[in-house]
C-alpha cells in the first residue's frame, strides 16, 4: 500500500511535474524508488529474521533470485498506482474542462445581461431628452426662463451620455459649449449674480483634448468656490502659447468649505491625463495664502 501511494503521489508527481527533462527523471527516479523498496525489504528481512521469535529456513541472501521477488511486488504494485496516478490526472482535467466552460456560460450570461442593460440605457436617456424638449417647448413661451433652464440642463446631459461613448479625444469647442451650459444654467439659478470670466479665443475650438477634463474643472468652482462676491471674481483662461494648451482656472474658496468630492475628482483628472499624455500634460492645483483655488493644466499639442 505504501508503494502503490507512493509511486503515484510522490515519484510520479515530481517526475512528470515539467515537460523538460522527464525523459530522464522518470527512469531515474523509478530505479532510485526501486533501490529504496529493496533496501526496506532488506531490513525488514532482517529484523523479522533476527529480531522476532522467526525460526523458518529463509535467509538473507545477496542473490538475483532473492532479489527477483521484491522486484516483481514492487513493479507489479507501481504498474497499478501509474494507471491510478493518470486516472487521477484525468479527472481533475476533466473537472478543469467542466469548470471553464462553466464559466464560458456564466460570461456569456453576463454579456447577455450587459448588452440588455445598455439597450435599456439607451432608451431611458432617449426618452428623458424627448420629456425636456416637449416640456421645453411648451415653456418656451409661457416661461422664458425655465425654458432656458431645461434647454441647457438637456444639452449638459446630453454631452454626458454621449462622452461615455468610448471617445479618446474630442473638440475642446464641445467642451466651451458644455462649459457656457453649465455657465448658463448656474446664473438663472442665481438670478444672474454669479461672478465668473470665461476668457477663451475662437480658434482655440479646434484643439483637441479628452472629455469631462475643463467641464469638471469648472463644476468644482461651482460646488466648491465662492462665486457671488463681484470683487473677487472667478476666472477661467484657455489660450495656446509654444505649441501648449493652457486651462487656468482661480475662485475664491467658500468660507463654510465642502471637501466631498474634490480631491477624488482632481486625482482622477490628474490619472486621466497621466494615462493619456504622459509626460506631455502637467497638472497642479492649490490653494494660496489669500484663500483662492488655483489649478493649471498644461498639455502639449501634437
Known amino acids: 500500500m505504501a508503494t502503490f501511494y507512493f509511486h503515484a503521489h510522490v515519484v510520479l508527481s515530481a517526475a512528470l511535474k515539467k515537460l523538460s527533462g522527464r525523459w530522464w527523471r522518470l527512469p531515474l527516479f523509478i530505479l532510485l524508488e526501486l533501490v529504496a523498496y529493496l533496501i526496506l525489504i532488506v531490513i525488514l528481512d532482517y529484523i523479522v529474521i533476527n529480531y522476532t521469535s522467526y525460526s523458518g529456513p529463509f535467509k538473507i541472501e545477496f542473490t538475483a533470485s532473492f532479489f527477483a521477488g521484491p522486484i516483481y511486488r514492487a513493479i507489479y504494485f507501481m504498474s497499478f498506482s501509474t494507471s491510478y496516478y493518470f486516472l487521477l490526472n484525468f479527472l481533475k482535467e476533466r473537472k478543469k474542462i467542466e469548470d471553464l466552460e462553466k464559466q464560458r456560460l456564466n460570461n456569456i450570461i453576463q454579456i447577455a445581461k450587459s448588452e440588455n442593460a445598455f439597450l435599456k440605457a439607451q432608451i431611458q436617456p432617449h426618452l428623458l431628452f424627448n420629456t425636456l424638449d416637449f416640456i421645453y417647448q411648451n415653456a418656451k413661451d409661457s416661461s422664458p426662463v425655465a425654458a432656458e433652464a431645461i434647454h441647457s440642463l438637456a444639452e449638459m446631459m446630453r454631452y454626458s451620455v454621449d462622452s461615455n461613448k468610448d471617445k479618446e479625444f474630442i473638440l475642446l469647442d464641445e467642451e466651451i459649449n458644455q462649459v457656457e451650459n453649465l455657465i ?101 492645483y492649490f490653494a494660496d495664502s489669500n484663500q483662492y483655488f488655483k489649478v493649471m493644466l498644461v498639455i502639449k499639442i501634437r
Open 184 to 284: 448658463n444654467l448656474h446664473q438663472l439659478r442665481k438670478d444672474h449674480h454669479i461672478q465668473l470670466r470665461f476668457w477663451y479665443d475662437d480658434e482655440i475650438r479646434s484643439t483637441k483634448i479628452i472629455p469631462l477634463v475643463l467641464t469638471t474643472l469648472v463644476e468644482n468652482m461651482f460646488k466648491h468656490g465662492e462665486l457671488l462676491t463681484p470683487s473677487h471674481p472667478a476666472e477661467v483662461s484657455l489660450r495656446i502659447e509654444n505649441n501648449q494648451l493652457i486651462i487656468e482656472t482661480s475662485n475664491l474658496i467658500k468660507a463654510v468649505k465642502d471637501s466631498s468630492g474634490l480631491s477624488s475628482g482632481m486625482e482622477n483628472i490628474k490619472k486621466r491625463l497621466a494615462y493619456t499624455y504622459g509626460k506631455n500634460a502637467k497638472f497642479d
